[in-house]
């Protein structure tokens, strides 16, 4: 026992803690770190022989006495904590440990690396939560105006709006499909400053709504009230569009523009448009196996059609109404001619006849409406097109009814005389058939050329799949996607819509001849009913391939135009 004044000689109990603290809380280093601190120790030693020392000036009576030279040291197992040497310093920016400077503050290790920091991250981040917002110009990936110069906000939003409405008006007017319509409009509003409007499409209406987070919203909708054929005008709206996302053209410019657009007279007058359609109807009997007679027959009954249409729509006449008065002509005239013994196919002659007024474009444009999320304006496409579908099936009915009421011979359509010519002469009936079909769609004439090579292009691999032992209506799909994915291709390297060359480039696949056999069956052949029902559905379900396949070819190119379009646009950054 010993007393309050005298020294205590007891000796403590072990208490279980460890008399050595600081050495516990020490970090293992580890073997492969000790180079590190080796060459850490070598750089803080030439440090701290060059480095000038610089005192500390003492700013309080507790920091002067503990820079006196008569300061003891702190007890073992005290908690105050050391200055840091150099030496130290460099140990923990080597290890990453966490010491103290000279001052007593708490000495962090550097700043990591930026480009290691960034990847944790990414690695860390999840993805955008399903019921975030997803932006409005994300739409553009993939398409020719993704990544646009996005310039400041306009002061007139409401101009904006109202040229925007103008250009999918007009759009619209000329055969492009919603998605195209969609991704114009948002590019153009995105460029010219208006980055909150949202776009709704369907069939026939485009509604715009701009609601900024502050300042005025506008709610502004157009009804599209008419349609002509067009595909030159089409494609100078995509340049106009390509030059307001590229930022070099102003708002005021882009409304000149637009009205000059829809100002300009088509390429060709409508006789040059009448000879291509007759040319078409001529080359394409030729190439099905017809006879000279029988195209010349076609060439003068697609002249007389161009006539029906031209008046038919100068005096109003329902789409429905022109066509089966079309088709129903040029069926009359090849069964008269027939009954008079003329060295004629009926068959040929119809079949190439009625290829131009099959809704080609229009199916096309639907499908693709259908696969991007448009459901609404498909729908009203498809109705469209099944309508001229029934309204060419109607005429071909009564005209081969009224033939047969009058005493015309009854055709034998399951056996047809087909003049085989060489390759070469398809080939080249191919090439000028399509350019005369893009002429009567009044596309641009620097387009005609390629558009003939596209349908080169898919008459080669459809002769190929032929002869790897597809059947035939598998083999029009897989030509229809190469010359999809060769359209959108050549379209984004001569600035133009897909569509103004991949729907021309079709036409040669269409089963024209099908259509009719399958007519015909339905009328005259009650005992085989079911089979010529079997044949009209095979037959749209061909047209339904190839557009589904000119699709999918767009689909596949994409990924190719949005990274080369990003490329090209890298320079520019949004704002």
Request: glycine letters at 12%; hydrophobic letters at 60%.
């Given at each position: 026992m010993s007393s309050g004044t005298g020294p205590d000689n007891t000796t403590p109990e072990p208490s279980g803690e460890d008399p050595h603290p600081q050495v516990s809380s020490m970090r293992r280093v580890q073997t492969r770190e000790m180079v590190n601190i080796a060459e850490a120790l070598k750089a803080a030693a030439a440090h701290a022989s060059t480095a000038p020392k610089v005192p500390q000036a003492p700013s309080s009576p507790v920091q002067l006495a503990n820079t006196s030279p008569l300061k003891r040291k702190p007890p073992r197992g005290s908690n105050t904590p050391q200055p840091t040497s150099a030496a130290q310093v460099a140990i923990n920016a080597k290890t990453g440990q966490v010491g103290v400077s000279a001052t007593g503050a708490i000495a962090l290790p550097p700043r990591a690396n930026p480009a290691a920091r960034r990847m944790i991250a990414r690695f860390l981040s999840s993805d955008t939560p399903p019921t975030q917002a997803l932006n409005i110009v994300e739409r553009l990936k993939g398409t020719p105006y993704a990544n646009p110069k996005i310039n400041a906000q306009d002061a007139s939003a409401r101009k904006t709006l109202n040229f925007a409405l103008d250009l999918a008006e007009t759009m619209f007017r000329y055969g492009a499909g919603a998605l195209e319509v969609e991704t114009s409009v948002i590019a153009v509003t995105a460029a010219l400053g208006l980055s909150h409007t949202d776009v709704d499409i369907t069939n026939q209406s485009i509604h715009l709504n701009f609601a900024p987070p502050e300042g005025e919203s506008y709610s502004m909708l157009r009804v599209v009230r008419s349609w002509t054929n067009n595909f030159a005008g089409l494609a100078h709206v995509h340049r106009l569009v390509s030059d307001i996302v590229s930022g070099g053209v102003t708002r005021q410019q882009s409304v000149d523009r637009l009205r000059e657009i829809s100002r300009r007279p088509k390429p060709f007058p409508r006789w040059i448009v009448g000879g291509a359609s007759g040319t078409f109807a001529a080359l394409f009997v030729l190439f099905i196996g017809g006879s000279v007679p029988g195209a010349a027959l076609a060439f003068l009954s697609s002249l007389v059609v161009g006539q029906i249409i031209k008046y038919s729509a100068r005096w109003r006449v329902p789409e429905f109404f022109s066509i089966a008065t079309a088709s129903f002509f040029i069926t009359a005239v090849a069964v008269l001619f027939h009954a008079l013994n003329a060295p004629i196919d009926p068959a040929l002659v119809v079949a190439g006849g009625i290829l131009l007024l099959l809704p080609s474009a229009r199916f096309v444009s639907a499908l693709q409406d259908a696969i991007n999320g448009f459901p609404v304006t498909a729908a009203g496409r498809f109705f469209s097109a099944a309508l001229s579908y029934a309204s060419i099936l109607?005429?071909?009915?009564?005209?081969?009814?009224?033939?047969?009421?009058?005493?015309?011979?009854?055709?034998?359509?399951?056996?047809?005389?087909?003049?085989?010519?060489?390759?070469?002469?398809?080939?080249?009936?191919?090439?000028?058939?399509?350019?005369?079909?893009?002429?009567?769609?009044?596309?641009?004439?620097?387009?005609?050329?390629?558009?003939?090579?596209?349908?080169?292009?898919?008459?080669?691999?459809?002769?190929?799949?032929?002869?790897?032992?597809?059947?035939?209506?598998?083999?029009?799909?897989?030509?229809?996607?190469?010359?999809?994915?060769?359209?959108?291709?050549?379209?984004?390297?001569?600035?133009?819509?897909?569509?103004?060359?991949?729907?021309p480039a079709i036409v040669f696949l269409l089963p024209g001849l099908m259509i009719f056999r399958s007519m015909y069956g339905i009328v005259f052949d009650v005992a085989d009913m079911s089979g010529a029902m079997v044949d009209m559905f095979t037959a749209f379900t061909i047209m339904m391939a190839i557009a589904g396949g000119v699709i999918f070819g767009d689909t596949l190119a994409r990924p190719l135009i949005g990274a080369e379009a990003l490329a090209q646009r890298r320079y520019i950054r949004r704002r």
């Open positions: 109607t005429g071909i009915m009564t005209a081969l009814v009224g033939g047969a009421l009058l005493g015309a011979p009854q055709l034998d359509v399951r056996v047809i005389d087909k003049i085989v010519y060489p390759g070469w002469i398809l080939a080249a009936l191919v090439v000028v058939a399509v350019i005369m079909g893009a002429i009567t769609e009044q596309s641009d004439t620097k387009l005609l050329l390629p558009t003939g090579a596209i349908a080169l292009l898919g008459y080669l691999i459809l002769l190929g799949i032929e002869a790897l032992g597809v059947g035939d209506r598998a083999a029009p799909a897989v030509a229809a996607t190469f010359i999809g994915l060769a359209g959108r291709w050549v379209a984004y390297k001569m600035n133009a819509p897909q569509l103004v060359l991949a729907a």
